[in-house]
């Protein structure tokens, strides 16, 4: 049992090592009311891995900061998306 404990441990760690802490920028263009980027940020937040998301109605943006490790910009996108708000990468 403290062998699998260990193991366990070390995979955990090897995995933690690999993921990155990764910023991006969303557009989203179809905000089109003060009530959107509220809807936007709790459909962000809910992500798993997701630190922080700033929503931005005048610019109709969305910052996110994220564990990579956890999540991806795809999967950011589809959160949006369905919460009625489709997006797309800035590059």
Avoid: H, W
Avoid at 29 to 58: H, Q, W, Y
């Amino acid at each position: 049992m403290r062998n699998i404990l260990i193991a366990l441990t070390l995979v955990a760690a090897s995995l933690s090592a690999q993921a990155e802490t990764r910023t991006v920028t969303l557009d989203l263009p179809t905000m089109n009311c003060a009530m959107c980027p509220i809807t936007v940020k709790k459909a962000l937040d809910k992500v798993e891995g997701v630190s922080r998301s700033e929503v931005s109605f005048d610019d109709k943006r969305a910052v996110v900061t994220f564990d990579d490790g956890a999540t991806s910009a795809e999967v950011l996108i589809e959160a949006t998306t369905n919460a009625g708000y489709p997006s797309t990468v800035v590059e």
